[in-house]
Nanobody, 127 residues
Framework: QVQLVESGGGLVQAGGSLRLSCAASGGTFSWYAMGWFRQAPGKEREFVAA????????VYAESVKGRFTISRDNAKNTVYLEMNSLKPEDTAVYYCAAPRPSRGWRTQWQVADFASWGQGTQVTVSS
């Protein structure tokens, strides 16, 4: 089972940028599609972005499309989430996740599709 560790969160003003990283170990990273989710206070964990094992295919939640970019470097066993034009509504704990082995690539992802989760990194966007 792949182990995931997020980093890069912090406090930023609205309109600012952050770049999150997710380092993977304990599995064959390049075999996994990878996803980012977030969970705001009092809300369910929601999908943010996903990237295929090759990095060729990506998909984003409508709320972040055009502002966030997911990428990966399989040689470094790392997936990234570049977040630009941040809004207060982006405030959440951000988690990276690896899907269950049975899940192939898809354009719609949900929490149940993922088996491995990082510990999360807090992103706070102030007004």
């Amino acid at each position: 089972q792949v182990q995931l560790v997020e980093s890069g969160g912090g406090l930023v003003q609205a309109g600012g940028s952050l770049r999150l990283s997710c380092a993977a170990s304990g599995g064959t990273f390049s075999w996994y599609a990878m996803g980012w989710f977030r969970q705001a206070p009092g809300k369910e964990r929601e999908f943010v972005a996903a990237i295929s094992w090759s990095g060729v295919s990506t998909v984003y939640a409508e709320s972040v499309k055009g502002r966030f970019t997911i990428s990966r470097d399989n040689a470094k066993n790392t997936v990234y989430l570049e977040m630009n034009s941040l809004k207060p509504e982006d405030t959440a704990v951000y988690y990276c996740a690896a899907p269950r082995p049975s899940r192939g690539w898809r354009t719609q992802w949900q929490v149940a599709d993922f088996a491995s989760w990082g510990q999360g990194t807090q992103v706070t966007v102030s007004s």
